[in-house]
């Protein structure tokens, strides 16, 4: 079993930034891929990020790319989700997810791909 607990969500205003953290607990040695996906108001849940297990690879989302960075500390067990130039269609809920297999690049993109979940933190950004 592995443990997902996200933070640092919050209100910013559009062009402020953000910090997201994911801390990982259980069978941390069990994870590969770790992603972050956000579900806005509406919306199905989609694809942000994602990071290899030794952190030497990573995808973004069309939507993000330039924006946003994902990073990863093994030794902390935490992922990292730091986002710049907010606009307000990034409001949305941010979920931490973590995989125990090895994945294609179209895997690690979808929500099939992973086996566990954070509950998720709430971002807003206003105008």
């Known amino acids: 079993q592995v443990q997902l607990v996200e933070s640092g969500g919050g209100l910013v205003q559009a062009g402020g930034s953000l910090r997201l953290s994911c801390a990982a607990s259980g069978r941390t040695f069990s994870i590969y891929a770790m992603g972050w996906f956000r579900r806005a108001p509406g919306k199905e849940r989609e694809f942000v990020a994602t990071?290899?297990?030794?952190?030497?690879?990573?995808y973004y989302a069309d939507s993000v790319k330039g924006r946003f960075t994902i990073a990863r500390d093994n030794a902390k067990n935490t992922v990292y989700l730091q986002m710049n130039s907010l606009k307000p269609q990034d409001t949305a809920v941010y979920y931490c997810a973590a995989s125990l297999t090895t994945l294609t690049t179209a895997q690690v993109m979808a929500k099939s791909g992973y086996d566990y979940w954070g509950q998720g933190t709430q971002v807003t950004v206003s105008s």
């Open positions: 990071i290899s297990r030794t952190g030497g690879i990573t």
